[in-house]
C-alpha cells in the first residue's frame, strides 16, 4: 500500500530528515582513517539518542548496529565491527531514524584521506544519478522514469547498477511500497503523486552490477570485489518538482 502524506505528516517527517541530515553532517566532520567502523558507529548511535530520537536500524530484522558502515567492496548493509578505515577508503555510512513515529533515511559515502581518481569518479557519479533522477521529478512521473535516469548515468561511465537492492517508500515504516529500483525503462510504472516520499538510493559498482550476501546474512558485497559507492535521500513528491528532506 502506497500512503499519502498530509502537511501534518510531512512536517514530523520533516524533522526527523533533519536529524538524519545533521547526523551525517556530524560523521563528514569525525571520520577518519584509523577509526574503526564500530567507532562510527557509536558516533552517529550517541548522536541520534542526542536528538531524542532512535536509531531506526537498531534491531530491525536483527540488525546488530545504529547505522550500516559499507567500506569499498561492501555495497550496503555492512554491519559496523572491528575493520579499522584506511587511508583510501571510500566509506558509506547509511542512517534511518525515526521520531514520534516518522522515518527519515540517507547515506553518503565519504572519502577516508587520499583516495583514487578512479574512486572519486565513482562517489562523485552515484551522486550524480541521484540528482538526475529528480531532475524532472514531480507528481505525474512514471516511477520508473527514476531508474531510467539513474541507469542511464551510470552506465555511460561503464559502471554497474545493482539490481538486487532498491529505492522505498517511507514514512511510518522504513520500507513501504513502492519498490524504487535503480534501473528501469523511461514512461512505466505508476504515476507518482503529491505527498509520496520515498528513498532514492543509487547503488553503484565499479565493475559487474552483481552482488554477494556474506555468511552474516547481512553484509552485501560487489561480485568481483570492486568497490561500489551510496548515495540516498529521502525525497517528497510536490505538484511541480520535490523536496529534498536529508538535504
Ligand atoms: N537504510 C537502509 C535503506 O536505505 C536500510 C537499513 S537496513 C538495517 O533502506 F538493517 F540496517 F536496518
Ligand atoms: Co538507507
Ligand atoms: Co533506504
Known amino acids: ?6 502537511p501534518q505528516q510531512i512536517a514530523l517527517m520533516r524533522e526527523s530528515c533533519k536529524i538524519v541530515k545533521e547526523t551525517l553532517q556530524f560523521v563528514g566532520e569525525n571520520i ?10 557509536e558516533l552517529v548511535h550517541r548522536y541520534i539518542i542526542s536528538c531524542g530520537a532512535t536509531p531506526s536500524s537498531l534491531g530491525y530484522c536483527g540488525f546488530p548496529a545504529s547505522c550500516c558502515v559499507s567500506v569499498n567492496e561492501v555495497v550496503v548493509h555492512g554491519i559496523p565491527s572491528d575493520r579499522v578505515l584506511l587511508d583510501g577508503d571510500i566509506v558509506s555510512v547509511d542512517i534511518t531514524v525515526e521520531k514520534n513515529g516518522w522515518q527519515g533515511d540517507a547515506c553518503r559515502t565519504f572519502l577516508i584521506g587520499n583516495v583514487s581518481e578512479e574512486k572519486k569518479k565513482l562517489v562523485k557519479v552515484t551522486e550524480e544519478c541521484f540528482f538526475k533522477a529528480i531532475e524532472n521529478l514531480k507528481a505525474g512521473t512514471p516511477l520508473y522514469d527514476i531508474g531510467y535516469a ?23 515504516e522504513m520500507h513501504e511500497d513502492p519498490s524504487v529500483p535503480n534501473y ?24 559487474t552490477y552483481k552482488v554477494v550476501t556474506a555468511r552474516d546474512g547481512w553484509t552485501v558485497l560487489t561480485a568481483d570485489g570492486k568497490c561500489a559507492a551510496h548515495y540516498e535521500n529521502t525525497v517528497l513528491i510536490t505538484e511541480d518538482g520535490v523536496e529534498i528532506l536529508t538535504l
Not at 528501469?184 to 565493475?207: F, Q, V, Y
Open 1 to 6: 500500500m502506497i500512503t499519502v502524506k498530509n
Open 32 to 41: 577518519k582513517a584509523g577509526m574503526t567502523t564500530k567507532e562510527v558507529d
Open 150 to 172: 539513474v541507469q542511464t548515468h551510470a552506465e555511460s561511465h561503464g559502471y554497474g547498477v545493482v539490481r538486487a537492492l532498491t529505492g522505498h517508500g517511507i514514512g511510518q
Open 184 to 207: 528501469g525503462k523511461k514512461g512505466t510504472g505508476m504515476r507518482l503523486r503529491a505527498g509520496m516520499t520515498i528513498c532514492i538510493e543509487p547503488m553503484i559498482n565499479m565493475g
